[in-house]
């Protein structure tokens, strides 16, 4: 008889073709996350006894897909905006050899126009569609166009499905990130945030089958795992509490991203006996957090337009208490929104790091994604300048600015990077977060404090993009000697930078 067999193509983790240093280092060394959703389509898929085989779409691949799609039966294709162009080639391909192609993920659920050459397109979460679209496929009958999980009521996660994790490739990688859902869904709803518009409600998982899949991991002490995410951090406290200890217990080492909100106010009430005490990973024996991601993204606006708690107030807050407890605090911020100008917001941002001093800040390009208030309302205005998806990589300017040109957007973008990822600033950062007293007892914790793996590799990639002549040098010097007088105005109307 024969066994149906699928591909599943999923975009690359690295986006980015002009850090090609930076995207070796994170590859080997800082992060390794394996694909959740497309492992959850395959465990649908193999329950109905069909094979599955997992391949990346890479940028400026020279792969033979029309020789591997040949030998398959259909084609999964999971699309962020950024794959489409790469998503296009698959299906094109498929469409060429008559093969079956199913398009799903934030691309196609906001896009469905981009993956018209689909056989179907999956809108919104695959779990609600799955099992009919499977059915569809596998007896014979044609596929319908589109199958819209938007439709109907968000899935239930007491009923979540383990993704089939033998799809990915084994890695040698130490540092491998074991990624797991632990909820969907944010009370936020940032203007440029597209997650949050395609998860809809907000849900969670029981800890107990969180842990059980953790188990089923076979996970040694001192493992990682990587949970995506807590967005606004929904669970409530007592579950928390059980998922945390349940980590620790098990000696593993997690990271997540979520806001500090919610962590700031349980400190307030509880104090130390509170979450942020369990999570605090000190004695290497048990486990703890090792990175918190938070996505504090518009430093120039006392909230962020959209969220609800993410206030700029609660920074120095947040930045101290993860200090004290010892989890290493990253923050994720934004340029080139709506209220930003030019150059001042950028040298407002390089002044609020340096005096935070963070462990690690993401600098991102602000990105007009389709299915966003704000991308949505770009687009409409006309000042969407570069619809090729993989330059949808926060890393480049894709549209024009409301208050400065994308050229500038650019290249102050770099200039931000150059600034705060320079060696006296990473030598500064470091003073202020390395303990030697956390470094006896627990030196790999005691580095992910000071941010100085990521610090390493934001450096690698200025000193490339530098190299590349991807930075102009003219306004580089022009912005670094209005920042020294920004500075020295600040400092003399008694604010210090
Ligand atoms: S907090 Fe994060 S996940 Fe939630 S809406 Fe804002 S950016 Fe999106």
């Known amino acids: ?43 649908y ?17 020279k792969a033979d897909y029309a020789s591997q799609i040949e030998k398959a039966d259909a084609v999964f294709v999971s699309a962020r905006q950024f794959d489409r162009d790469l998503a296009q080639e698959v299906l094109q391909t498929a469409d060429r050899l008559k093969k079956i192609s199913i398009a799903g993920g934030y691309g196609p659920s906001f896009d469905p126009e981009g993956f018209s050459t689909a056989t179907a397109r999956v809108l919104g979460e695959a779990e609600p569609v799955l099992p009919q679209l499977n059915e569809d496929w596998l007896s014979g009958r044609s596929l319908s166009p589109t199958y819209d999980a938007t439709t109907l009521p968000p899935f239930d996660l007491d009923q979540y499905v383990w993704p089939d994790r033998t799809i990915f490739p084994r890695s040698a990688n130490p540092f491998k990130q074991n990624t797991q859902e632990w909820q969907r869904g944010c009370k936020n709803r940032c203007i440029f ?42 669970i409530p406290k007592e579950q928390l509490r059980e998922i945390f200890l349940g980590l620790s217990e098990r000696g593993l080492r997690w990271s997540t991203e979520g806001t500090v909100a919610p962590l700031i106010k349980d400190f307030e009430i509880n104090g130390e006996k509170g979450l942020l005490g369990l999570m605090s990973g000190v004695d290497p024996k048990r486990g703890g957090c090792y990175s918190f991601h938070y996505g504090a993204d518009d430093l120039s606006s006392p909230k962020v337009c959209g ?127 390395f303990s030697a007293e956390l470094f ?58």
């Open 307 to 433: 969220s609800y708690d993410k206030n700029l107030n609660d920074l120095e807050k947040a930045v101290g208490l993860f200090r004290q407890f010892t989890i290493p605090l990253n923050l994720s911020v934004i340029v080139g929104l709506d209220n930003h100008t030019y150059p001042e917001s950028f040298f407002e941002i390089a002044g609020a790091l340096t005096e935070l001093a963070p462990g690690y800040t993401f600098l991102h390009i602000a990105t007009p994604l389709k299915g966003t208030p704000w991308g949505d309302r770009l687009d409409r205005d006309r000042k969407i300048i570069d619809r090729t998806s993989t330059h949808y990589n926060h890393r480049q300017a894709v549209h024009e600015p409301k208050q400065m040109t994308s050229k500038q957007l650019q290249q102050g973008y770099y200039w931000l990077l150059r600034t705060i990822y320079s060696p006296p600033m990473i030598a500064r950062s470091f003073q202020r977060n």
């Open 45 to 61: 898929l193999r329950k109905t006894g069909v094979e599955t085989r997992l391949i990346t779409m890479e940028d400026q691949s």
């Open 1 to 43: 008889m024969h066994t149906p067999e699928a591909l599943l193509f999923v975009g690359p983790q690295y986006t980015d073709s002009r850090r090609k240093s930076a995207n070796i280092l994170r590859r080997h060394f800082l992060a390794a996350l394996d694909p959740l959703g497309i492992a959850i389509v395959s465990a």
């Open 440 to 497: 006896i007892k627990n030196p790999f914790l005691a580095l992910m404090v000071t941010g100085i793996p990521w610090q390493t590799e934001a450096w690698t990639s200025v000193t490339e993009l530098t190299a590349r002549g991807y930075l102009d040098r003219k306004v580089q010097k022009e912005m670094d000697a209005e920042y020294q007088r920004w500075k020295g105005e600040r400092a003399n109307s008694g604010n210090r930078n």
């Open 193 to 234: 945030c597209s997650p949050s518009r395609m998860q809809g409600g907000i849900r969670f998982r029981p800890p107990a089958d969180i842990l059980a899949e953790l188990d089923n991991l076979h996970l040694k002490r001192g493992d990682y795992v990587f949970s995506v995410d807590l967005n606004s951090m929904v």
